[in-house]
């Protein structure tokens, strides 16, 4: 079965330091990895994808199927980052989220 | 409008009671999800739909009900609510779950089980 873990439920930096969210998953066969977004009273929504090696806002993922990770990585935080952020493994017809990490920045 | 929405935003119900929750996408995307999401626990996934007529049970099914007739409808019934369904509900959907086919989210349906 598929499983995502973040191990980290709250996260606090201060702005302008890396930050660094972890994301572990199980699965036995070719995963595809996202992290999502929920921004205060807003919806949840995509941030990036493994698939397409990008950085957005910022952020940047590399998938290590070595150690089964997919961590979430910015070198400067900015205030605006402060959200909730979730893990997602796509397996089969399933989409699989972890606990999510509550990302704060302060001033 | 196009996208995906859920109803109604905010529901309080006594336990015992039967409640559906709507969900409603514009896009004819084949997959759609619900989750719930709690403190501690993140989202979890509670049914899923594949296509029209084809759904399957998540990690937390028990308690609920779900049926696809229409490819752009997917409602959860709570078939007797009791507290521990006290939730935020989140419905989902997407076009594919292979590269990299992003899912797309309601605003949420924040249910009260009194």
């Known amino acids: 079965a598929q499983r995502v873990t973040q191990p980290e439920k709250l996260l606090s930096v201060f702005k302008g330091a890396p930050v660094e969210l972890k994301c572990n998953y199980s699965y036995s066969g070719s995963p595809e990895l996202f992290w999502y977004v929920q921004y205060s009273r807003q919806r949840l929504q995509l941030l990036l994808r493994h698939i397409s090696r990008e950085s957005i806002k910022g952020f940047t993922a590399d998938l290590n199927k070595g150690e089964t990770s997919f961590h979430l990585k910015k070198p400067f935080a900015q205030e605006e980052d402060s959200a909730m952020y979730y893990c997602?493994?796509?397996?089969?017809?399933?989409?699989?989220f972890g606990e999510g990490t509550q990302l704060t920045v302060n001033p | 409008d196009a996208g995906i929405t859920q109803s109604p935003r905010y529901k309080i119900t006594e336990t015992g009671r039967q409640v559906t929750l709507m969900c409603h996408q514009t896009w004819s995307h084949s997959y759609m999800f619900w989750y719930r999401q709690d403190l501690g626990h993140g989202l979890r996934l509670i049914y899923y739909s594949a296509a029209a007529d084809i759904t399957d049970k998540g990690e937390v099914p028990d308690g609920y009900v779900v049926s696809r007739s229409k490819t752009e409808n997917f409602p959860l019934t709570l078939e007797s609510a009791t507290r521990s369904q006290t939730s935020v509900y989140f419905c989902?959907?997407?076009?594919?779950?292979?590269?990299?086919?992003?899912?797309?989210f309601g605003q949420g349906t924040r249910l009260t089980v009194v």
């Open positions: 997602a493994l796509g397996s089969g017809s399933r989409l699989t």
């Open positions: 989902a959907s997407s076009e594919s779950l292979w590269g990299g086919t992003e899912a797309f």
